[in-house]
């Protein structure tokens, strides 16, 4: 079983605003009552995750197929409980695709992202529905 490597969250003394560290970089999170442009939320970085690790695999398993994308882009759309903790219940993943690319190839990476590579999408899955689709642009 392999360890990952420790992520470190330090408070910034002011509002609920933190600074995350990892081995590859820092990131500046905020609650939604610190203001835009402070810092990412917790539940926003977890669809971001999702999001990267799903479009790492992508265009990996796309350019291990000799497919010519030109451009992607994925949106997470959440939808939250009401209630405390507020999780997400569901997301939607949407990829956006650009390139003279063969759809089934494109339907067959996504596929493999979802139900094998993403470490992210297996660990929520349990938890939350995820969906997904794809539009192929250009």
Do not use: N
Request: proline share 4%.
């Amino acid at each position: 079983m392999a360890t990952s490597e420790p992520v470190v969250v330090s408070w910034k003394g002011e509002g609920l605003l933190l600074e995350g560290v990892t081995a590859h970089g820092r990131v500046d999170m905020a609650s939604g009552l610190d203001g835009p442009g402070r810092g990412t939320t917790p539940m926003e970085l977890l669809a971001v995750a999702l999001a990267g690790c799903t479009s790492m695999d992508v265009v990996s398993i796309l350019q291990k197929m000799r497919q010519p994308l030109e451009g992607l882009r994925v949106e997470v759309h959440g939808e939250k409980a009401d209630a405390h903790p507020k999780r997400f219940l569901s997301l939607e993943v949407v990829y956006y695709l650009e390139g003279a690319l063969d759809e089934k190839k494109v339907q067959r990476a996504i596929e493999l992202s979802e139900t094998k590579y993403c470490s992210v999408a297996a660990t929520l899955r349990p938890a939350v529905s995820i969906s997904s689709r794809y539009v192929l642009e250009g």
